[in-house]
């Protein structure tokens, strides 16, 4: 079956680094998004990884292991404005993505 | 980036009447488009994909008869929940892919969302 796993809740500081894990398991892979989401409302886009390595996007990076089937969010610099669920996203073969419940991060001051 | 509009934001309705949620496309044809359902906590739920011009596809245990949806053209698709009742109150989302960007790979593109409450 297709599954992510991600942990479902996390804290970090204001100022700080923190990296949001997430493994999966789909049928056929066509890259992997991560995705925002704040409380009330939808999803906005962050990264888009589909080979190995690290894209860097100003305070974001986002990791992509193939053969692992890992990924990681890495956010820098930690903002208040950051406290949100980050849903990691991967796509199958027929291109559809496989949502799982995402990390609820929370900034504390 | 590319903008999805949706509307409403909120809607209250009482049991058992229907409930249309639109989503459009501001500056982009969407032949395809895709309406989830999330509940508190959970993850988004894929219910259907909007194809224009032809039927939705919906996804296994979605009754297509009480999620109607319509996809009449290339920057508008319509969800309507019919007989709602409170158990289907919950935060409906559209998304679509701007096809400059990658008509299979491109990013998805959500509307702001749409809270249904059924009283």
């Known amino acids: 079956g297709q599954n992510i796993d991600q942990p479902t809740e996390m804290t970090a500081t204001e100022g700080a680094i923190v990296q949001i894990n997430c493994t999966y398991q789909?049928?056929?892979?066509?890259?992997l998004f991560w995705y925002q989401q704040h409380a009330g409302e939808a999803p906005t886009f962050l990264s888009y990884?589909?080979l190995d390595g690290l894209e860097e996007k100003g305070r974001f990076s986002s990791f992509l292991s193939r053969s692992k089937g890992y990924s990681y969010l890495l956010l820098k610099e930690l903002q208040m404005k950051d406290s949100a669920s980050y849903l990691c996203?991967?796509?199958?073969?027929?291109?559809?993505?496989?949502w799982g419940a995402g990390t609820k991060l929370i900034i504390k001051p | 980036g590319a903008v999805v509009s949706q509307h409403p934001s909120w809607v209250i309705c009482k049991s058992g009447t229907s409930v249309k949620i639109e989503c459009r496309s501001l500056?982009?044809?969407?032949?395809?488009m895709f309406w989830y359902r999330q509940f508190p906590k959970q993850s988004l739920m894929l219910m259907a994909t909007?194809?224009?011009?032809?039927?939705?596809?919906?996804e296994q245990g979605v009754e297509k008869d009480k999620f109607l949806i319509n996809h009449a053209s290339l920057t508008l698709s319509t969800l309507t929940v019919t007989s709602a009742h409170p158990e289907d109150s919950s935060f409906y989302i559209c998304?679509?892919?701007?096809?400059?960007?990658?008509?299979?790979?491109?990013?998805?593109?959500f509307g702001e969302g749409s809270r249904l409450t059924v009283l």
């Open positions: 998304s679509a892919r701007d096809p400059s960007t990658g008509q299979d790979t491109g990013e998805l593109f």
């Open positions: 500056d982009f044809q969407a032949t395809t």
């Open positions: 909007s194809n224009e011009g032809s039927k939705a596809t919906y």
């Open positions: 789909t049928s056929g892979f066509n890259g």
């Open positions: 990884n589909v």
């Open positions: 996203a991967p796509m199958d073969s027929n291109y559809q993505l496989i």
